[in-house]
C-alpha cells in the first residue's frame, strides 16, 4: 500500500472500511448468539460420554 490515497478517494476507502467492519461485528456477534446454544450442547453430549 504505498501511496493509494492519490488514486482512491478517501470517502470510498471509508466506506469498504466501515462496511467491512460492520460487516465482522456483526458475523461475529451472530455467531457468538447463534453459536452459543449449539456449542453448550456439544460440551454437555462430550460429558455425557
Known amino acids: ?4 490515497t492519490g488514486r482512491v478517494p478517501l470517502w470510498l476507502v471509508g466506506t469498504v472500511a466501515g462496511t467491512l467492519v460492520i460487516g465482522l461485528l456483526g458475523v461475529f456477534f451472530y455467531g457468538a448468539y447463534s453459536g452459543l446454544g449449539s456449542s453448550l450442547r456439544e460440551r454437555i453430549d462430550a460429558s455425557d460420554e
Open 1 to 4: 500500500m504505498t501511496n493509494t
